[in-house]
T-cell receptor, first 114, second 112 residues
Framework: NAGVTQTPKFRVLKTGQSMTLLCAQD?????MYWYRQDPGMGLRLIHY???????AKGEVPDGYNVSRLKKQNFLLGLESAAPSQTSVYFC?????????????FGPGTRLTVL | QQPVQSPQAVILREGEDAVINCSSS?????VHWYRQKHGEAPVFLMI?????EQKGHEKISASFNEKKQQSSLYLTASQLSYSGTYFC?????????????FGKGTSLLVTP
């Protein structure tokens, strides 16, 4: 039982390049989330999903897209990376509704955009 | 909208107590607390629900004042293992479902 895994762990991009971050969970959770963490800013919600095939915007969705084609996977895409997107990205999942259930976090992806 | 946490940072000696506060400008239905150690992922500590229900574990307690839209986390007889950054999360509702807005965090350092 791996819990929540994220791929890759580290990545360096040049401005304008694109990439996809993969989050996978093996707990059959309905809800999945993507956060970014910057020094002094806490965890900020980018996008989330309440079930397979559904996504919703969080606090800071601009410059990102997501997809949830399979229940266990939640993908975060950067179409044209910018230095402002340098951050640590965390994925999380919860069994049910995000307001009453525990969120389980992945180990994070450290992204640097030059 | 991010909830506001205070203090931003606190340094304790082992065995001392600390209180971390979380306040929101919106009505609160639930408050979540997580702890993150340096270089690691956040880990769940506790959920407090409107009506008084509390879900959690460990030797950490919390309160939830719905009228004041505040929650406080109480760390008593602190241990070295309590060091880390503590985040509170408050409920964010939308037509698409529920998620959490996290505060900026409170850094706690427990020294020997």
């Amino acid at each position: 039982n791996a819990g929540v895994t994220q791929t890759p762990k580290f990545r360096v991009l040049k401005t304008g390049q694109s990439m996809t971050l993969l989050c996978a969970q093996d707990m059959n959770h309905e809800y999945m989330y993507w956060y970014r963490q910057d020094p002094g800013m806490g965890l900020r919600l980018i996008h989330y999903s309440v079930g397979e095939g559904t996504t919703a915007k969080g606090e800071v969705p601009d410059g990102y897209n997501v997809s949830r084609l399979k229940k266990q996977n939640f993908l975060l895409g950067l179409e044209s990376a910018a230095p402002s997107q340098t951050s640590v990205y965390f994925c999380a999942s919860s069994r049910t509704s995000g307001n009453t259930d525990t969120q389980y976090f992945g180990p994070g992806t450290r992204l640097t955009v030059l | 909208q991010q909830p506001v946490q205070s203090p931003q940072a606190v340094i304790l000696r082992e065995g001392e107590d600390a209180v971390i506060n979380c306040s929101s400008s919106k009505a609160l239905y639930s408050v979540h607390w997580y702890r993150q150690k340096h270089g690691e992922a956040p880990v769940f500590l506790m959920i407090l629900l409107k009506g008084g229900e509390q879900k959690g574990h460990e030797k950490i307690s919390a309160s939830f004042n719905e009228k004041k839209q505040q929650s406080s986390l109480y760390l008593t007889a602190s241990q070295l293992s309590y060091s880390g950054t503590y985040f509170c999360g408050t409920e964010m509702r939308s037509n698409s479902g529920y998620a959490l807005n996290f505060g900026k965090g409170t850094s706690l350092l427990v020294t020997p």
